[in-house]
């Protein structure tokens, strides 16, 4: 399947196989407009798309997600993101862990 709209803020990705990217490995479909952290460490052969480098400051940036990857803040389903530089280490987080 297709992947887009995604943000890997994860350190460091690995395998025991070839064909390991930042944002996903061994898809037949195709990805497009991801954030993968910068400093990531990737351990084996990297292919494919890896994603737009983002800094740790930009993914604690309600903008990288709203305007570049369409993601909707608000208090509902439909706007279902919360960021706070005080919670979740300033990454956001779903309006319903506010509760």
Known sequence: GDVTNNAAIN???????????????????????????????????????AGAAKSDADFKTRSTYETGLGWKFGNNALNPWKIDANKNGGLPYLYYQDR
Do not use: R, Y
């Open 11 to 49: 350190q460091t990705v690995s395998a025991s196989t070839s064909g390991v990217n930042k944002i996903v490995g061994g898809s037949s479909g195709t990805t497009s407009n991801n954030f993968a952290l910068d400093e990531m460490i990737v351990s084996g052969t990297v292919s494919g798309n």
